[in-house]
């Protein structure tokens, strides 16, 4: 038999909860941020976040069941007086408790590490289609020398990859501290149009996204992404294709 005094095991249930309370948070921060990867869409991560909840929840108050039916028991073999004395007692179930529960946190973590693992093999797939995109450029020359204003740090297309994009052999960026009004970017954009045509056939297409919504971030930047995105769009097509015919 082992005796805890009830201050520690207060203390122990307050220490679980705030567990508790930081893990739940963790677990819908995580869910929410790569719902995209799980895959998952955000009202069936809610459920998986409430079930995790839930679960959690019964886990609990299994173990401080153990507990109460541990201290039960006691009090059959010690006598009133000094089971008051001494604080609840507990046996090698809550022990077993403790093992289950640790085990929880450890399928959690195996988890969380796959998922970030998942994540990083995404972002070197984006690397390398980007590596790939910008061998295929016949003229890569004629973006530098079209007067973009060109602000890349605070794009979201190098926060969403990686900063490993900076440093992408054949890729330089500069910011120009002139301010380019937008019908200029746009004009120049034109006359740059042929240059950035790709005639390959992994790719066939033009780099030319919509920058009418964008005021004056624009740049090489954005006309790459547009082209990851067609790339991807069809290779996820061509992917489809052969998933059909291998089911027919």
């Known amino acids: 038999m082992i005796y805890i005094k009830k201050s520690v095991f207060y203390i122990f249930i307050l220490v679980v909860l705030v567990i508790f309370i930081g893990t739940g948070f963790f677990v819908w921060n995580f869910i929410m941020e790569n719902y995209d990867i799980i895959p998952l869409g955000k009202s069936r991560a809610?459920?998986?976040?409430?079930?995790?909840?839930?679960g959690f929840i019964f886990v609990l108050s299994f173990g401080i069941g153990i507990i109460s039916a541990s201290a039960v028991k006691t009090r059959r073999i010690k006598r009133a007086g000094e089971m008051a004395e001494s604080g609840m007692v507990l046996k090698k179930?809550?022990?077993?408790?403790?093992?289950?529960?640790?085990?929880?946190?450890?399928?959690?973590?195996?988890?969380?590490?796959?998922?970030?693992?998942?994540?990083?093999?995404?972002?070197?797939?984006?690397?390398?289609?980007?590596?790939?995109?910008?061998?295929?450029?016949?003229?890569?020359?004629?973006?530098?020398?079209?007067?973009?204003?060109?602000?890349?740090?605070?794009?979201?297309?190098?926060?969403?990859?990686?900063?490993?994009?900076?440093?992408?052999?054949?890729?330089?960026?500069?910011?120009?501290?002139?301010?380019?009004?937008?019908?200029?970017?746009?004009?120049?954009?034109?006359?740059?149009?042929d240059a950035l045509k790709i005639q390959n056939e992994d790719f066939k297409g033009t780099f030319y996204p919509a920058f009418e919504k964008s005021s004056g971030l624009i740049g090489m930047i954005l006309v790459i992404e547009t082209g990851i995105f067609n790339f991807q769009k069809k290779n996820t097509q061509e992917m489809n294709k052969k998933r059909k015919k291998k089911f027919i």
């Open 46 to 54: 809610e459920l998986v976040f409430f079930i995790y909840v839930t």
């Open 93 to 193: 179930d809550f022990f077993y408790f403790l093992g289950e529960l640790g085990r929880v946190f450890e399928t959690l973590y195996e988890t969380t590490s796959k998922v970030s693992e998942l994540k990083g093999r995404r972002i070197s797939a984006q690397i390398s289609i980007i590596e790939k995109t910008l061998s295929i450029i016949e003229k890569p020359a004629v973006i530098l020398d079209v007067n973009w204003e060109i602000r890349a740090a605070n794009h979201l297309f190098i926060t969403k990859f990686a900063p490993e994009f900076l440093s992408i052999k054949g890729l330089s960026f500069s910011v120009i501290s002139k301010e380019i009004e937008h019908s200029n970017i746009v004009h120049e954009l034109e006359s740059a149009k």
